[in-house]
């Protein structure tokens, strides 16, 4: 293994609270001697709080995509801006680009999407007792 790689991966390790490391100087060469160990013991505790996060970011995009109803302009056809119905609203249903009409949304894809997401993360065990 490169000596780079070691050194990314146990930094990696370390901000994830999965490793812990203790310095000694050496006092023959002045040079910092590293001790690392695994703190596995958390790794179940660390993804299933992921899982969680995840989980709660999905559900609240989805809400957000159940509660409102969306606008876009059909014409701009590059970078196109979704608008809430209040922010459509306010700009009288044209658009601020071009002037043409706000035309509504079908957004039943994306929460389909979310919806699978939602399910598929809700499958996901962390737990080795509970695979068989
Ligand atoms: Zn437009």
């Known amino acids: 293994m490169k000596l780079n790689t070691v050194r990314k ?3 990696k390790l370390y901000s994830e609270k999965l490793a812990q490391f203790r310095r000694i100087r050496d006092k023959s060469t002045g040079w910092f001697i590293y001790y690392w160990w695994h ?5 179940e505790e660390i993804l299933l709080e992921k899982k969680n996060l995840l ?22 056809e590059e970078n196109q ?14 658009c601020p680009e071009c002037g ?17 997401r939602i399910i598929s993360n809700k499958k996901i065990s962390f737990s080795i007792d509970e695979q068989e």
């Open 9 to 11: 991966t146990l930094y």
């Open 100 to 116: 043409g009409e706000l035309k509504a949304l079908d957004n039943e894809e994306t929460k389909n999407f979310l919806k699978e």
């Open 81 to 94: 801006i979704k608008y809430t119905f209040e922010e459509a609203f306010e700009l009288n249903f044209r």
């Open 39 to 43: 703190e596995f013991d958390l790794l």
């Open 55 to 76: 989980q709660q970011k999905l559900r609240d995009r989805l809400e957000y995509e159940e509660k409102n109803y969306f606008f876009e302009c059909e014409d701009c």
